[in-house]
C-alpha cells in the first residue's frame, strides 16, 4: 500500500498513527484505553455494566466505520505489511482471544511471506 493518503485517517488518531507509523503516538492511544479487566470477577449487574460502558469506549476508538474500507487498526497493519505494528496491538488487552489468536496467525503468515 505504498503512498497512502494519510489525510484520510486524519480524523481517527489509532490509524492516522498505524498510517504513519508512529508507534509512540500508537502505543500512547492504547495506553489511554480503558482496561477491561478479569471478566470472571464481574459478580453484578451494575459490574457488568460498567465493563460494558468500557467496552463501548474501546470499540468506539478502534473499530470505526469511517476509515477507508472500514478497516480496523489490525486490518490496516497487515495490508502495510507493519510487522512492528501487528505486534503492538497483540500485545495489548484490546483483542478478545479469537482476534488475539488470528493476529498471532497474520504475524507468522507476515514473517513466513518474507
Do not use: C, W
Not at 459478580?43 to 468500557?54: I, N, V
Not at 463501548?56 to 507493519?82: C, E, F
Not at 501487528?86 to 484490546?94: A, H, R, V
Amino acid at each position: 500500500m505504498a503512498g497512502i493518503d494519510v489525510s484520510k485517517y486524519a480524523h481517527s488518531h489509532i490509524h492516522k498513527a498505524i498510517a504513519m507509523r508512529d508507534y509512540a503516538s500508537l502505543r500512547r492511544i492504547l495506553a489511554a484505553l480503558p482496561r477491561l479487566g478479569n471478566p470472571a470477577k464481574i459478580r453484578t449487574e451494575s459490574a457488568s455494566l460498567a465493563k460494558e460502558e468500557k467496552a463501548d469506549a474501546i470499540s468506539a476508538m478502534i473499530y470505526r466505520l469511517d476509515v477507508p474500507n472500514q478497516d480496523t487498526p489490525l486490518h490496516l497493519a497487515v495490508k502495510l505489511g507493519d510487522e512492528t505494528t501487528t505486534k503492538i496491538l497483540s500485545l495489548n488487552e484490546i483483542h478478545d482471544q479469537n482476534l488475539h489468536a488470528l493476529t498471532l496467525f497474520i504475524h507468522g503468515f507476515m514473517i513466513e511471506t518474507k
